[in-house]
Each structure stands twice: as structure tokens, then as C-alpha cells.
């Protein structure tokens, strides 16, 4: 939605490319879908169903609810840990049949939790392609777990040519790993040398504290990519994109009236 507020930063327009929105649905009853749809539907641009919540629901209820979101143009997706819990049993196959099931636009294709080869990821992800939108997730869930910044750019990279629309930078939904140290901070220097080789469009950053959403803002501006954002929490980080809200309020006040900003 493009504000009439004519002094606010320009803010992509749906279908989105950049400055997309990732919800993170973590098990929302159908009520609460209908009611996030009429405040925050047109912010989001990708649902991820976490974890491995549309198998532990009422079937029913997950085609619903994916019904709804796709009724939004939004794009669903299945958690990642659940593409690997169906790999690590040697179930492709039937995972591909599942996604069929319930008629989803995306799919996550991830190894956070398992380990795989990264020529096997590429292949699922070369192959998933052919059919549907691929985000392929990048850096280990488990924390103490230290991978070289040229290692993240190689396997975006790599990511990308194989088929990813997008590359999800990984922080699980407590922001403590991949990206983040362990108090939620970001790794500085690893982001920085990320953008500097990968097209920053390309890249969805898992932030789901206000505080790392803050500072994704103030780094790469209004229209970075950010994901795992709480659905109470969307609209919030639309006002962040916005300079509406205390945190960035001056990121994109005009020079000539800084000199009116408050000590």
C-alpha cells in the first residue's frame, strides 16, 4: 500500500520483489487468520506455516487457512523443519505429494537441523523450481555453530543459481543464531560482507525481535526483506519501515530538519 503521506520513504508496492514481509504462523486458529488478514493482510507477502504445525492440525483447517492467505495474495509455505523431517527418512516423495495436497504456491527448503550435502540441497532446490517459489534457508539452527562469512556468500550464491527466489538468512524464531550472537545482536561484520557479494533482494533476514528489525531498517532501509515477524507484529514493522515509530523516526527525516531532532 503506498502511503498518502508524501514525506514517507517509498514503499514497494504487492507483488512485491523487496521489502517483503514473512509472517510466521505458529498454529493461528482460522478467527485469527480472518481477523490478521483485515489489519496486516496487505503488508505480508509470504505465511509460513511453522514447524511442523500443518500436520499436527485439522487438515481441514490447514487448507482453510491456506485458502485465506492465498484469498490475500499471500504466498504459504510449510516450515522447513518439516521438509526435513520428511528427508531425513529418505519421504521426497510424499513430501511433494503433501505440498500437492494443500495446493502451496512456496516451499522452504532447509537444513538447519539435519546435515546434507550441499550439492543435495541444490538438487532440491533445482528441482522443487520447476514448479514452485523456493526459499532455501542458510545457516545451522543449533547455537555455538560458527560458519566463515565466505561460506554463507558461497552457499547464497549457489542457492540462488540452483533456483532460490529467495535466501533465508537463519536466526530461528528466538534470534539467537545464524546471524544474531546469542543476546540477539547482529553479527555486524557477517552482514555486511553477505550484501557486499549478494544481492541484498534476494535475501529475507529472519528478525523476529523489534530490536533486530530496528536495526535491519537503519542498515539496508525500508525495503529490506524481513521474516519470522509475529503477526501482532507486522503493522509495528510497517510503521518501523516507515520512520512511524520512535526507533526510526529520524532514519528518514530530510537533512534540512535534523537540526530540529531531539537530544
Known amino acids: 500500500m503506498k502511503s498518502n ?15 517483503v514481509t514473512m509472517m510466521m504462523d505458529k498454529g493461528l486458529s482460522i478467527r485469527e487468520v480472518e481477523d490478521f488478514l483485515t489489519t496486516g493482510g496487505e503488508y505480508t507477502d509470504f505465511a509460513k506455516l511453522g514447524f511442523g504445525t500443518s500436520v499436527v492440525m485439522n487438515e481441514k483447517l490447514v487448507l482453510q487457512k491456506i485458502q485465506l492467505y492465498k484469498g490475500s495474495n499471500i504466498n504459504v509455505y ?29 516451499i522452504e527448503v532447509s537444513d538447519g537441523s539435519i546435515v546434507m550435502e550441499h550439492d543435495e540441497k ?17 545457516g545451522s539452527k543449533e547455537a555455538g ?31 539467537t543464531v545464524g546471524i544474531y550472537r546469542p543476546n540477539g545482536n547482529a553479527h555486524v561484520a557477517l552482514v555486511n560482507k ?6 541484498k533482494d534476494k535475501i529475507i533476514w529472519e528478525a523476529p525481535l523489534k530490536s533486530q528489525q530496528v536495526w535491519f531498517v537503519k542498515t539496508l532501509g525500508a525495503n529490506v526483506n524481513l ?37
Open 78 to 106: 510449510l516450515g522447513g523443519t518439516l521438509f526435513e523431517a520428511y528427508i531425513i527418512r529418505g519421504k521426497f516423495d510424499e513430501y511433494r505429494k503433501l505440498v500437492d495436497k494443500y495446493k502451496v504456491d512456496a
Open 227 to 263: 521474516g519470522n515477524i509475529a503477526p501482532n507484529e507486522v503493522i509495528p514493522l510497517e510503521t518501523l519501515r516507515l520512520g512511524l515509530r520512535g526507533d526510526t523516526f529520524f532514519q528518514f527525516l530530510p537533512d534540512e530538519f535534523m537540526e530540529m531532532k531531539i537530544k
Open 122 to 138: 541444490c538438487k532440491y532446490i533445482e528441482k522443487l523450481a520447476k514448479t514452485h517459489i523456493v526459499l532455501s534457508e542458510v
Open 145 to 175: 555453530i560458527i560458519t566463515s562469512p565466505n561460506k554463507w556468500i558461497n552457499m547464497m550464491q549457489t542457492e540462488i543459481n540452483a533456483g532460490s527466489s529467495y535466501v533465508i538468512g537463519e536466526a530461528r524464531e528466538s534470534g
Open 5 to 19: 503521506l508524501d514525506f514517507l520513504p517509498e514503499r514497494s508496492t504487492t507483488p512485491r520483489k523487496s521489502g
Open 194 to 199: 553477505i550484501i557486499a557479494k549478494v544481492d
